[in-house]
């Protein structure tokens, strides 16, 4: 079998995790398997590699974000790699370029056009395990990419649909995806399996368990997606097509604290005038999520939406383009 297994940044923070870590991709292997991994950067490396930006430019652009941040998952794949050799077993640690994962140019939250599977193939023939950064890619202009936050998600369920693989586990710091979210909620009951559609809906109202863009994949390419914890035995949670989700007319609640109500008062009642502050944000990169409109009154009406809490900068600078 052909396995893809991803791990976040919680699973591999330190070098105890790490090797538990390693311990699950050997067992894996050792068992007849070929295993692709993806890896997340190290615990907080992200915002503290977020944070020396700012403290040299508060404002940086975000090719040379995606630059910095890319850096992260190549420490935790090269890490890993070196931990599977001292276990004396065959592995191979490559970045986002180098397995020919194409993606457009929107810096920060790029899109994957195409994935390459040479390289990949090559590697497997050789009975290597392939460890693969997650989160990354390149553009037409050869530069590198970022996919976003929760972008190794995406990464490892894209190599899963080029390779067909037989599985894709994701592995994180709970067992599976629940009603709730159980640090919140202890009573939170864990699915023993869920549909794409409904796990759509959960990742993009706020459950951090799986990024949205990876469970668009897996229902566009068929992939069944396993979230398991890294932390313990325990069977995860099956997200797959035609699930009834045992039967529950609701699946679970989340909450996203991670946007930015952005209002506008005294639009004016014009057609056309949503279309074009919209056209704007989007010509910017910048991912409208809920939008609310006011009854039009003495002419003006006021226009409410939510963003990424990242892209304040960008829609602001948007925003005062467009009042102009």
Known sequence: MLIVQKFGGSSVADAAKIERVAGIIADTYNAGNEVVVVLS?????????????????????????????????????????????????????LTGWQIGMQTNSAYGAARIKTVATERIRQELDKNRIVIVCGFQGLNKFDDVTTLGRGGSDTTAVAIAAVLHADKCQIY??????????????????????????????????GAKVLHNRCVELGRKYKVEIEVLSSMTDA??????????????????????????????????????????????????????????????????????FTVRKEDEAETRRVIDEYAK
């Open 41 to 93: 950067a190290q615990g907080d490396t992200t915002d503290d590699l977020i944070d020396k930006a700012h403290e040299i430019n508060p404002n940086p652009s975000k090719r040379e974000m995606d630059m910095l941040l890319t850096v992260g998952e190549q420490i935790s794949v090269s890490l890993m790699a070196m931990q599977l050799e001292k276990m004396r077993l065959p592995a191979v640690s």
């Open 172 to 205: 994180t710091d709970v067992e599976g995806v629940y009603t709730a979210d159980p640090r919140v909620v202890p009573d939170a009951r864990k699915l023993r399996e869920i549909g794409y559609d409904e796990m759509l809906e959960l990742a993009s109202t």
């Open 235 to 304: 069977p995860g949670t099956l997200v797959r097509e035609d699930s009834k989700v045992e039967k529950m007319l609701i699946s679970g609640v989340a909450a996203d604290r991670n946007v930015l109500l952005c209002t506008i008062f005294g639009m004016k009642n014009e057609p056309g005038q949503a279309f074009r502050l919209f056209q704007r944000l989007g010509a910017a990169g910048i991912n409208v999520d809920i939008i609310l409109q006011s009854v039009p009154h003495d002419g003006d009406k006021c226009m409410a």
